[in-house]
Every structure is written in structure tokens, then in C-alpha cells.
């Protein structure tokens, strides 16, 4: 049976800042709520820790390598912008099994707007929220209101109080297009689909009052790996310190930008908040489909570094992740589940929730999550993942090629432009040294090298192809005739 899915996507939200994932001092009272009576995944990544090639992800099911959004929409003379648009979105495929499809706030991908692309046919852009602001006599540009001086400013601390009120916030906004549709959708006989795609907690993090004040930044305990001194690590993350001018920060100076971050959390927790008190007064919460994630982390200081990008580091990579099934379907709610999952994962768990058999159109690189939101993971030990890809392509001004491998000890990182790297998970958590080029790890490199390149192959990463008359590998590999 087909049932409602209201899908909150949020925009660079860390794993460990969610209360229900250990934050101590972080509040998040309605996703905890939502997390008890639904599936906490504990090991969920992003497929690739940038905007763009995330969502496109979620869209498709397929990762960055084949659906080609390898950068940000605009990133390179925009051109990888519209190789997604050749292949199909979950919400088509939902439209065409009889959904109604809406979609409200940041979406970031090409052809924002058009149903021709996506088949979502309500839809509130970023260009309706400004619309908005206009009709109420605000006059605001994100760039010149919030980004130069918040980004820019003199200390560089990317934080501070928005211009915008709480109510006139694009994450509130957001929160009311979501209500309306519902509203709407919920007075006709087919089941809906819904987006809510948060700008938040996003850098830079201009939070509205009361939220920018809500944490006292003395709060924020100091980083495990604020002392990295990128000793055998790849030189553009030390990089990345002087293109965002982190490296004089003091942790005094990240306490701020957390404590900020904390702030902008919390604030869009109310209003997810909000959406679900509008599901629950249309009597719709206990049949619904609810998803929960962010498209990829944030640093936040972590190893001295800001934003995202060139790392393959937990902070940027690990994301949190909530699935609430409806109640008939729901028997192991309040549960937390320990496997392996993928943004990737998403539109095949959407296309199973509406019953259509996707498999016989062009295949998925993700799997859909509801054996795991069924049946014990204990049973599923033969036919799951043991072990996460993801990739990384580069962005605005450089392509740098990285691919990551994990399981629930090590950690490889291939980074074909630099020296690999190599981190013991239970024993180095921060990811502060580097095994990669220690003798006695060796038979660990050639284990985690092996296994993946048959990880890459078997997802069709061209990264490991073999050609007549080169190795495309750079080292990951020895082909046969080299040997």
C-alpha cells in the first residue's frame, strides 16, 4: 500500500549534532521525538560531501560517477550541471505511480522549477521566498546581507545574528510552504510526496534571534583532533586553511561559530517542529513515510578546517539519518541500526514505499533501506554492505579525484593526486594519524586497496578501468601486465 513521505533535508548538519546521536548539550526535542518512533541509523554517509552531487543522489539513487553532477551547480562553467537531467528523479518515477509531488526551499541542482525536469508539481523556489520577503516590504540579498559580512568579516568567524527575523527566516519560510502543502494535498484521494529542503544549518551561520544566543560557546568542548599538524596528510587540506583564513583561529574562536552552528539547529528543529504538528492535526502522522537527513556534514574546526571538501574525514562524510515508517509497518520503532547506508539509498526506499518495481527500469547504485527497516540487521549479515563508497570530485576553482572506503575498523582514502591515507577507527576516532605509509600497515593498505577497487568496479567507477594501453588507477592497482 501506498502512504504519504514527508522528506526533511537539511544542508551540512553533522551526525553528532543531534541529541538523540549523543549531543550533550544540543537540543533537538522534536527529531529526538521523531527518532523514537522511527529507525536512528548509526553509520549513514553522504556519497560525495558537496551540495550538488549529494542531492543528486537522493534524486536518482545513483552516485556522483554516474549521474555526473560531479561539482556544485555553476562549479567549472556549470559543466556538469545538466548531465543529472538525463537521468530519472524519485519524483517522476512517484508522479507517474499517482503522487502528487511538492517540493519547498533549496534544491540546488539545474532546472530548479520546472515540472517538464522533475515532475514536482507544486513547487516554492528560492525565487518565491525572495518573492515573499518583497510582498513584505524586506529588501534582502543573501550575499550582501549575510555571506560578506558574516564570511568576510574581519575575524572570519561565519557566524552571527541574521537580518531577518525567526518568522521571516528562509528556514521558517520553508516550514510554512511545507504546512500549506500539506494542507492541500491531504484533501485529495492520492498520497503525496513532500521535500522540505532547509538552507540551514549551512554556513554562514546567520541564525535569527532568540537561537543565535541559545548556547553559551564556553559549552563547546574542544575538538579530540584541534591539534592536527597534517603530518602525512594531503597537502590541500593545509590548503583549505588559507583559502577560507581559518588557520588563526583559536579554539576560543570555534566555540563561537559551534556554539552559532548549535544555535541554527535547534532553530530548525522547531520548525521541523512545526510540519509535524501540521501532519499530526490532518490525522496523517501515523501513516506516513518520514526521512530525516542532511546531504553531508560540516567541519565545524574539526582538524583545524572549515566547510567541506577536500577531506575525507568523519565530520564532512558521516550524516545523520532518520527513517519513521507508518505504524502498520513500523516493528522495530525507537530502534538504532549499525549497517552501512547511503544517501544513494533513499530514492529506492522512496520508490519501494509506493510500491513500484523501479528494478526494471534502469538500475539503482543504491539499495533500498526496508529490509533494514524491517527485519532484524543481524539477518541481513550475508545480503548487506559491509563497507561505505564515497567519492569526491573537487569543486569551484579545483578537480581533485578522492575516493573513500570504510568499514567497521579502517578507513582508506585514495587520493590519486597525493599520498593515501590510512586510519585505525576504533583505536584513532579523530582520524589524526596517518598508517598509510608505515611498514607494519602494509598488509592492511593491500587488504583495504583490494577490496576496494572490486568495490569501485562492481559500481562502475571508470577510476580502476584498465585500458589497452593505460591503468587509469595511479597506483591503487598493478594491472596484470605490469606484474
Same mark, same amino acid.
Given at each position: 500500500?501506498? #502512504?504519504?513521505?514527508? +522528506?526533511?533535508?537539511?544542508?551540512?548538519?553533522? #551526525? =553528532?549534532? %543531534?541529541?538523540?546521536?549523543?549531543?550533550?548539550? !544540543?537540543?533537538?526535542?522534536? %527529531?529526538?521525538?521523531?527518532?523514537?518512533?522511527?529507525?536512528?541509523?548509526?553509520?549513514? #554517509? @553522504?556519497?560525495?560531501?558537496?551540495?550538488?552531487?549529494?542531492?543528486?543522489?537522493?534524486?536518482?539513487? %545513483?552516485?556522483?560517477?554516474?549521474?555526473?553532477?560531479?561539482?556544485?551547480?555553476?562549479?567549472?562553467?556549470?559543466?556538469?550541471?545538466?548531465?543529472?537531467?538525463?537521468?530519472?528523479? +524519485?519524483?517522476?518515477?512517484?508522479?507517474?505511480?499517482?503522487?502528487? @509531488?511538492?517540493?519547498?526551499?533549496?534544491?540546488?541542482?539545474?532546472?530548479?522549477?520546472?515540472?517538464?525536469?522533475?515532475?514536482?508539481?507544486?513547487?516554492?523556489?528560492?525565487?518565491?521566498?525572495?518573492?515573499?520577503?518583497?510582498?513584505?516590504?524586506?529588501?534582502?540579498?543573501?550575499?550582501?546581507?549575510?555571506?560578506?559580512?558574516?564570511? $568576510?568579516?574581519?575575524?572570519?568567524?561565519?557566524?552571527?545574528?541574521?537580518?531577518?527575523?525567526?518568522?521571516?527566516?528562509?528556514?521558517?519560510?520553508?516550514?510554512?510552504?511545507?504546512?500549506?502543502?500539506?494542507?492541500?494535498?491531504?484533501?485529495?484521494?492520492?498520497?503525496?510526496?513532500?521535500?522540505?529542503?532547509?538552507?540551514?544549518?549551512?554556513?554562514?551561520?546567520?541564525?535569527?534571534?532568540?537561537?543565535?544566543?541559545?548556547?553559551?560557546?564556553?559549552?563547546?568542548?574542544?575538538?579530540?583532533?584541534?591539534?592536527?599538524?597534517?603530518?602525512?596528510?594531503?597537502?590541500?587540506?593545509?590548503?583549505?586553511?588559507?583559502? $577560507?583564513? @581559518?588557520?588563526?583561529?583559536?579554539?576560543?574562536?570555534?566555540?563561537?561559530?559551534?556554539?552559532? #552552528? $548549535?544555535?541554527?539547529?535547534?532553530?530548525?528543529?522547531?520548525?521541523?517542529?512545526?510540519?509535524?504538528?501540521?501532519?499530526?492535526?490532518?490525522?496523517? +502522522?501515523?501513516?506516513?513515510?518520514?526521512?530525516?537527513?542532511? =546531504?553531508?556534514?560540516?567541519?565545524?574546526?574539526?582538524?583545524? !578546517?572549515?566547510?567541506?571538501?577536500?577531506?575525507?574525514?568523519?565530520?564532512?562524510?558521516?550524516?545523520?539519518?532518520?527513517?519513521?515508517?507508518?505504524?502498520?509497518?513500523?516493528?522495530?520503532?525507537?530502534?538504532?541500526?549499525?549497517?552501512?547506508?547511503?544517501?544513494?539509498?533513499?530514492?529506492?526506499?522512496?520508490?519501494?514505499?509506493? =510500491?513500484?518495481?523501479?528494478?526494471?527500469?534502469?538500475?539503482?547504485?543504491?539499495?533500498?533501506?526496508?529490509?533494514?527497516?524491517?527485519? =532484524?540487521?543481524?539477518?541481513?549479515?550475508?545480503?548487506?554492505?559491509?563497507?561505505?563508497?564515497?567519492?569526491?570530485?573537487?569543486?569551484?576553482? @579545483?578537480?581533485?579525484?578522492?575516493?573513500?572506503?570504510?568499514?567497521?575498523?579502517?578507513?582508506?582514502?585514495?587520493?590519486?593526486?597525493?599520498?593515501?591515507?590510512? +586510519?585505525?577507527?576504533?583505536?584513532?576516532?579523530?582520524?589524526?594519524?596517518?598508517?598509510?605509509?608505515?611498514?607494519?600497515?602494509?598488509?592492511?593498505?593491500?587488504?583495504?586497496?583490494?577490496?576496494?577497487?572490486?568495490?569501485?568496479?562492481?559500481?562502475?567507477?571508470?577510476?580502476?578501468?584498465?585500458?589497452?594501453?593505460?591503468?587509469?588507477?595511479?597506483?591503487?592497482?598493478?594491472?596484470?601486465?605490469?606484474?
Amino acid at each position: 500500500m501506498s #502512504y504519504p513521505i514527508l +522528506y526533511f533535508l537539511t544542508d551540512q548538519w553533522r #551526525y =553528532d549534532c %543531534l541529541g538523540c546521536n549523543g549531543a550533550s548539550v !544540543l537540543k533537538t526535542p522534536n %527529531l529526538d521525538s521523531l527518532a523514537a518512533d522511527g529507525v536512528r541509523f548509526e553509520r549513514a #554517509y @553522504t556519497t560525495n560531501a558537496l551540495c550538488s552531487p549529494a542531492r543528486a543522489s537522493i534524486l536518482t539513487g %545513483l552516485y556522483p560517477h554516474h549521474h555526473g553532477q560531479l561539482a556544485n551547480t555553476g562549479n567549472f562553467n556549470a559543466v556538469f550541471d545538466r548531465q543529472v537531467l538525463d537521468h530519472k528523479g +524519485y519524483f517522476q518515477y512517484l508522479k507517474e505511480a499517482g503522487y502528487h @509531488t511538492g517540493y519547498c526551499g533549496k534544491f540546488h541542482l539545474g532546472e530548479e522549477g520546472h515540472y517538464s525536469q522533475w515532475y514536482i508539481e507544486d513547487w516554492r523556489t528560492e525565487g518565491d521566498f525572495l518573492k515573499a520577503l518583497n510582498q513584505n516590504g524586506i529588501t534582502y540579498d543573501f550575499g550582501i546581507h549575510e555571506v560578506q559580512p558574516l564570511e $568576510w568579516g574581519k575575524e572570519a568567524v561565519f557566524c552571527g545574528r541574521s537580518v531577518l527575523s525567526e518568522r521571516d527566516h528562509h528556514d521558517a519560510w520553508t516550514a510554512d510552504q511545507a504546512i500549506e502543502m500539506i494542507e492541500r494535498f491531504s484533501e485529495e484521494e492520492e498520497p503525496f510526496v513532500i521535500c522540505a529542503g532547509f538552507h540551514g544549518p549551512h554556513f554562514p551561520y546567520a541564525v535569527p534571534a532568540p537561537y543565535d544566543t541559545m548556547y553559551d560557546p564556553e559549552l563547546v568542548e574542544r575538538w579530540e583532533n584541534f591539534d592536527e599538524m597534517f603530518e602525512q596528510k594531503p597537502l590541500v587540506q593545509q590548503k583549505e586553511l588559507m583559502r $577560507w583564513n @581559518t588557520a588563526h583561529l583559536s579554539f576560543k574562536g570555534w566555540q563561537r561559530v559551534v556554539a552559532a #552552528y $548549535w544555535g541554527y539547529c535547534s532553530f530548525i528543529d522547531a520548525q521541523i517542529g512545526r510540519v509535524i504538528k501540521a501532519l499530526k492535526k490532518k490525522g496523517l +502522522y501515523e501513516e506516513a513515510m518520514i526521512v530525516f537527513s542532511s =546531504d553531508h556534514g560540516d567541519m565545524l574546526g574539526g582538524h583545524r !578546517l572549515f566547510n567541506k571538501g577536500f577531506n575525507m574525514y568523519e565530520e564532512d562524510n558521516h550524516i545523520p539519518l532518520i527513517v519513521k515508517l507508518p505504524a502498520d509497518a513500523a516493528e522495530t520503532a525507537g530502534r538504532s541500526c549499525s549497517r552501512f547506508v547511503s544517501l544513494a539509498d533513499l530514492a529506492p526506499t522512496f520508490l519501494e514505499a509506493a =510500491d513500484i518495481a523501479f528494478e526494471k527500469e534502469k538500475p539503482m547504485d543504491g539499495k533500498s533501506l526496508f529490509p533494514l527497516l524491517r527485519q =532484524d540487521e543481524g539477518d541481513l549479515k550475508k545480503a548487506w554492505r559491509d563497507e561505505i563508497l564515497v567519492e569526491f570530485n573537487g569543486y569551484e576553482s @579545483t578537480l581533485v579525484t578522492s575516493r573513500m572506503i570504510r568499514d567497521e575498523t579502517w578507513k582508506y582514502v585514495y587520493n590519486p593526486f597525493s599520498i593515501d591515507e590510512l +586510519y585505525d577507527m576504533e583505536s584513532d576516532p579523530g582520524e589524526l594519524r596517518n598508517l598509510a605509509a608505515l611498514p607494519a600497515f602494509a598488509h592492511v593498505m593491500r587488504r583495504m586497496r583490494e577490496r576496494m577497487y572490486h568495490c569501485l568496479e562492481e559500481a562502475g567507477d571508470s577510476i580502476v578501468e584498465l585500458s589497452l594501453w593505460q591503468s587509469n588507477s595511479y597506483g591503487l592497482i598493478v594491472s596484470p601486465r605490469e606484474q
